[in-house]
């Protein structure tokens, strides 16, 4: 059971870390190509805050508990290679300021 617990942990991690990105990717291809904006969902509109609320700050938040467990294991690793400072900023503050820190519907 520690086992799937496990693997979805990384799988979700895994999935917060590729997801923002290639969204990111693909907004900026599909608006250049297309002169229509409709197809998305518009930041701030009523149905981006419902989104944002129920599914992607509790998703932020599991991401935010997992990359603070996963930077105390590395932690040693982190500190002998001399990069404590970007693995926090990698594995608790992006997740945690993504969760926290951004207005609500800001997709």
């Known amino acids: 059971m520690k086992k799937h617990a496990l693997v979805l942990s990384v799988l979700l991690l895994?999935?917060?870390?590729?997801v923002p990105a290639t969204h990111a990717s693909d907004r900026q291809s599909y608006s250049s190509n297309y002169q229509n904006d409709d197809f998305f969902i518009k930041s701030g509109s009523g149905e981006a805050m419902m989104i944002d609320a129920f599914i992607f700050r509790p998703i932020g938040l599991v991401a935010t508990v997992i990359g603070g467990a996963a930077f105390?294991?590395?932690?040693?690793?982190?500190a002998l290679?001399?990069?404590?400072?970007?693995?926090?900023?990698?594995?608790?503050?992006?997740?945690?300021?993504?969760?926290?820190?951004?207005?609500?519907?800001?997709l």
């Open 14 to 18: 895994g999935c917060l870390v590729v």
């Open 72 to 78: 105390v294991v590395s932690l040693p690793f982190s």
């Open 81 to 106: 290679g001399g990069n404590v400072r970007e693995a926090a900023d990698k594995l608790i503050v992006e997740p945690f300021d993504y969760t926290f820190k951004r207005k609500l519907g800001d």
